[in-house]
Nanobody, 120 residues
């Protein structure tokens, strides 16, 4: 079993930055790929980014490429999402998850989510 807790969400103006953190406990964090997803009101949950177990391979959704950076610190059991040049369209609840791929069905464990609101 893996428990995930996100933090770092909040309200920011367009063009600003936030860094989300996801701290895990339970089974070995370093054996899992980790991903970030988001869900805006009235929309389906969508893939944002993922990172392999070593941190050496990352994948991004086209909508965030060049603005967001996913990273991890296995010594701290934590994965991060640095979000720069935020846009109102980035407003959503952001979730971290343990697994791999772009489809949320491929992720076994999920956090409770953290709200990100970008004002125009």
């Amino acid at each position: 079993q893996v428990q995930l807790v996100e933090s770092g969400g909040g309200l920011v103006q367009a063009g600003g930055s936030l860094r989300l953190s996801c701290t895990t406990s339970g089974r070995s964090f370093s054996s899992y790929g980790m991903g970030w997803f988001r869900q805006a009101p009235g929309k389906e949950r969508e893939f944002v980014a993922n990172i392999d177990w070593s941190g050496g391979f990352t994948v991004y959704a086209d909508s965030v490429k060049g603005r967001f950076t996913i990273s991890r610190d296995n010594a701290k059991n934590t994965v991060y999402l640095q979000m720069n040049s935020l846009e109102p369209e980035d407003t959503a609840v952001y979730y971290c998850a343990a697994g791999w791929g772009r489809r949320d069905a491929r992720y076994d464990y999920w956090g409770q989510g953290t709200q990100v609101t970008v004002s125009s």
